[in-house]
């Protein structure tokens, strides 16, 4: 059975700081990798999205990364700014076409 | 461009009393999600739909039914609500499923069972 956790469930950093969030996932048979972010009382938005033959996938300032040897992703955002504060969670699609298993979320606080 | 929408976005039921929850999506989707969060517990798949008349058992499927009559909705019901029943429930469709679909999710019910 696909379980995703990530680490830290908490964090807080002053403005224009790089942070990394960690995801990882006890099943490296996936076929892709998402991240998503959800806001205070709001649905979750995707942000970025890996397939297994991929690496990394960059938005702006968002990059994330897989490792499905180690079972691993990181979510990096650079210059961090207020706006970024929100739920960041991770979430695996199993090796069947129809489920995604989500991670419980890391809470981020930007501080100006 | 109004995506996955959900209604009601709240609701209060009483002990047994029973509703639906609807989600439309304007994508063309194939494939549909209920899911709820709790604190604590993440989101956790109710059911699950991937195409126009099918249905299946996610993982907490007990105490709600599911219908796809129509390709663009997803019904979730509940017959007799409980109170382990509150919680936050999201929609969300894909093109293609897990397996390289994007997720687009709804708003959210936020559902109260007394």
């Known amino acids: 059975k696909q379980e995703v956790t990530q680490i830290p469930a908490a964090l807080s950093v002053p403005e224009g700081e790089n942070l990394v969030l960690n995801c990882s996932f006890t099943?490296?048979?996936?076929?892709?990798l998402q991240w998503f972010r959800q806001d205070p009382g709001k649905g979750l938005t995707s942000l970025l999205l890996i397939q297994s033959s991929q690496r990394e996938q960059t938005s702006g300032r968002l990059n994330a990364s897989l490792d499905k040897s180690s079972g691993r992703s990181t979510l990096y955002i650079a210059a961090s700014q207020p706006g970024d504060s929100a739920t960041y969670l991770c979430a695996a699609s199993k090796t069947s076409y129809d489920k995604v298993i989500f991670g419980p979320g890391t809470s981020l606080s930007v501080i100006p | 461009n109004a995506g996955v929408t959900q209604t009601p976005k709240f609701r209060v039921l009483k002990t047994g009393q029973s509703m639906t929850l609807l989600c439309a999506q304007d994508m063309n989707h194939e494939y549909m999600y209920w899911y709820r969060q709790d604190p604590g517990m993440g989101l956790r798949l109710i059911h699950y739909s991937v195409g126009e008349g099918t249905t299946a058992k996610g993982e907490v499927p007990d105490g709600y039914n599911v219908s796809r009559l129509k390709k663009q909705n997803f019904l979730l019901g509940l017959e007799s609500a409980a109170p382990s029943q509150t919680s936050v429930y999201f929609c969300a469709s894909s093109l293609a499923g897990g397996r390289t679909g994007e997720l687009f999710f709804g708003e959210g019910s936020r559902l109260t069972v007394l």
């Open positions: 099943d490296s048979a996936i076929y892709n």
